[in-house]
């Protein structure tokens, strides 16, 4: 069975700071995709990124950096000199595409992200 | 507006009563999912649709729930003698995927959510 943890519910921060977000996956599979969402107040889930357990490559994006450590099954988030418009509900989420419900994602359970002036 | 779009967006329903929410995908999209998110928690996945096709239902969560596309374009979800327990916000994302095969993959796009309370 797949599983996503986020084991940090609520984090806040003052604007500028750095923060990460942390994510542990398990899966049987070798082959699968994990992602980030973005919810913000206005309720709908935006997309972050995309990683394919090939490609343990570290990301960056702008103020937006992703590590990605299959040996700890670890797919971390960060943001850089964060600010106010970051403050939302991160979501980590882990998609087989070999299972039967079709690249169906499996959510953990979210970290706000509260970023304050 | 491209986007995955959502009926209603707000939802007020007596225990009991019958509810129905739309879905309208990307126009591109061939698949369309389901998902329910409880306050303070992940999106949880319900069921998905290749074109017209319903290929996974084991996950909706009772015989009260339903959903459709008959047309391979928009689809419904209907919940039957709503529960307290069904309030929720109800989720639709939608992908295009190349081929039946496994292995590939591209993002799921959501739309706004309808949000479900059930009195």
């Known amino acids: 069975a797949q599983k996503v943890t986020q084991a940090q519910t609520e984090i806040s921060v003052v604007e500028k700071e750095d923060v990460t977000l942390d994510c542990v996956y398990e899966?049987?599979?070798?082959?699968?995709?994990l992602f980030w969402y973005k919810q913000p107040p206005s309720g709908e889930l935006v997309f972050l990124i995309r990683?394919?357990?090939?490609?343990?490559q570290n990301e960056i994006s702008g103020r937006y950096s992703w590590n990605f450590q299959k040996s700890t099954s670890s797919f971390n988030f960060t943001i850089t000199a964060s600010q106010v418009v970051d403050s939302a509900v991160y979501f980590c989420a882990l998609s087989d595409p070999q299972n039967n419900a079709g690249n169906m994602l499996t959510f953990g359970g979210g970290t706000r992200l509260m970023v304050k002036p | 507006d491209t986007g995955v779009s959502q009926d209603p967006r707000h939802k007020i329903t007596k225990r009991g009563q019958n509810v129905t929410f739309r879905c309208d995908p990307i126009s591109e999209h061939n698949r369309l999912y389901w998902y329910r998110q409880t306050l303070g928690q992940g999106p949880e996945f319900l069921t998905y649709?290749?074109?017209?096709?319903?290929?996974?239902k084991s996950r909706l969560l009772s015989d009260r729930f339903s959903a459709e596309r008959p047309k391979g374009s928009f689809s419904t979800l209907e919940i039957q003698r709503t529960e307290q327990g069904d309030s929720a916000m109800y989720l639709c994302a939608s992908s295009y995927v190349p081929g039946q095969g496994s292995g590939s993959y591209n993002e799921q796009f959501f739309g706004p959510g309808t949000r479900l309370t059930v009195l």
């Open positions: 899966t049987r599979d070798t082959t699968y995709y």
């Open positions: 990683r394919n357990s090939f490609d343990e």
């Open positions: 649709f290749q074109n017209e096709a319903q290929l996974e």
